[in-house]
């Protein structure tokens, strides 16, 4: 089973707007990572958050974490039709710390030139 | 440097028969994974080589999938017999000692069983 669960679903956005998604987990984690899937293609390592931050940001990313609520939050700022993939979380719990993934379903988003 | 190498890129077999997917993992990567991942869902592990040993495979359905990394350095995971619930895509991924939270995933392998 998966802990990770991604909102929403699926979001479509026009180009230049921010898209917001959300994950939220049930343990308790040592870290949450979020990836990013294009069509057809392997995940890729977009960023990672370590239990004791609150917030990190890389380029136009930024993630919360807020291990009280077990939630995070990416936030792309002015997204760009590139952007257009499946996004996920994975944590790693304490128990298997740095290893075992689990990951979401995915919010797939969508970005209309 | 090359990324995590996976072959082959799509494959179309019919129920019952075998199938094997190989993965090359980025070099001076001890760790490698094999996941599993359906339409519109999250990876999810199957099995977790340290070297050459299999430290996880407790998702592993072992009747029918078994894998290898004898050298711990590339590796095989097979199906067989091939089932039409396997239809799937089948990423590997690769990590290293030092950054162990930070796994490269491949491409994956798209497996349609008819």
């Known amino acids: 089973s998966q802990q990770g669960e991604e909102d929403p679903q699926a979001l479509s956005i026009q180009e230049g707007e921010n898209a917001t998604m959300n994950c939220s987990y049930k343990t308790s984690i040592n870290n949450l990572q979020w990836y990013r899937q294009n069509s057809g293609r392997g995940l890729v390592h977009l960023i990672l958050?370590?239990?004791?931050?609150r917030e990190k940001h890389s380029g136009r990313l930024r993630v919360t974490l807020d291990t009280s609520k077990k939630s995070s939050s990416l936030l792309i700022t002015a997204s760009r039709a590139a952007d257009t993939a499946s996004y996920f979380c994975a944590t790693t719990d304490t128990d298997n710390y740095g290893q075992n993934f689990v990951f979401g379903p995915g919010t797939r988003l969508s970005v209309l030139p | 440097e090359a990324g995590v190498v996976q072959s082959p890129r799509y494959k179309i077999i019919e129920k019952k028969q075998p199938v094997a997917f190989w993965c090359n993992p980025i070099s001076g990567h001890n760790t490698l994974y094999w996941y599993l991942q359906n339409l519109g869902q999250g990876p999810e592990l199957l099995i977790r080589y340290e070297n050459e040993e299999a430290v996880d495979d407790s998702q592993l359905p072992k009747d029918r999938f078994s894998a290898e990394r004898l050298k711990g350095v590339d590796s095989t995971l097979k199906i067989q017999p091939a089932e039409l619930g396997d239809s799937a895509v089948y990423l590997c991924?690769?990590?290293?000692?030092?950054?162990?939270?930070?796994?490269?995933f491949g491409p994956g392998t798209r497996l349609t069983v008819l």
């Open positions: 991924a690769s990590s290293d000692r030092d950054r162990p939270s930070w796994q490269f």
């Open positions: 958050i370590r239990s004791n931050e």
